[in-house]
């Protein structure tokens, strides 16, 4: 028997040795297939002949409510990260037994609600309600187009660029917190501290940031899901072949993700943070004046260097480790 996998994202060594090595020494190997699987890497392209055509997954677990929106946007920003237009999206949504039909159609709600707020279609899918799952879950795959077949990847950083984020930190954990524990933290927070913190899941799009970062001279694009904002520097310096530096106090986060995440006993900077794009370009300072330009928070949160990972925190510099669990799974509340 082999080790036993815990719950969360699997460890990098397990996923380069038992899924990508295998899949990349394929012997099949396509001409029209652009972009291949790699650590860090969330989208996979391929050339028809035209513009390239974009493609990514993504499940929703660890969100017990609103997981059909969620799972549109979370799609469509790994899409938008490559510089992508979203086109449409397809959704498997399987629910445990005894769901009941206002469960499914929230879900569905959801899912339309979001797909309306970024102009696209929702192509199909699958639906069952079976006793493999304990909990709903909702898996999305982006069909998507490039814009004058400009393909940005997550592995596209270079020596010397500044490493920028959007947004603030934590900002889909926060909101699934909110959201799943609202009875518990009630009793310790303001219900205004709680409210704003729900109502972060309408910033989780990154569709917009990912246009400017494209225009603006971006090389590397990847939106902070699992393992939170470190989590997404750390794979965009490994699936870059390059080193990072991160300074964490500058960092922004909201005063609602400092106060839950103290509440829940978590690091907010390893916290699933869809809506947060992390982006590298010269002249940092450019795309982020840019982005406030357009109303999006943004900051330059360190550099890219020739190798190694570090974060420094309050005057004390780490070496930054890849994330193997996400602090959602954490919660002590």
Known sequence: MGKILEIGKVPVETLNRLVLDPINKNINKR??????????????????????????????????????????????????????EPVGILLTILLPAGSDEDGLKDIIDGAYKAAGELGIEILGGHTEVTEAVNKTVVNGTVVAKTRNRKFISSGGAKIGQDIIMSKWAAIEGTSIIAR???????????????????????????????????????????????????????????????GAEIYADNIPVLECTKKICGLAGINYLRLISSGTLVMTAFEGERLVEALKKEGINAAVIGKITECGKYVTIGGERKTLEPQEKDEIYKVKL
């Open 31 to 84: 001409k029209d297939i652009v972009v291949r699987p790699s650590t860090g890497e969330d989208c996979s392209a391929v050339d028809p002949g035209g513009e390239i055509c974009v493609f990514s997954t993504d499940p929703i677990t660890a969100a017990g409510s609103n997981a059909g929106y969620l799972a549109v946007h979370i799609n469509c920003n790994d899409a938008a990260s490559a510089g992508a």
């Open 180 to 242: 799943d524990h609202e009875e518990k933290l009630i009793k310790s927070i303001d219900s205004g501290i709680i409210n704003e913190a729900k109502e972060l899941s309408s910033k989780i799009s990154v569709v917009r940031e990912g246009i400017i970062g494209s225009e603006l001279g971006a090389t590397a694009m990847h939106d902070a899901t699992e393992g939170g904002i470190l989590g997404a520097v750390w794979e965009v310096a490994e699936c870059s072949g390059v």
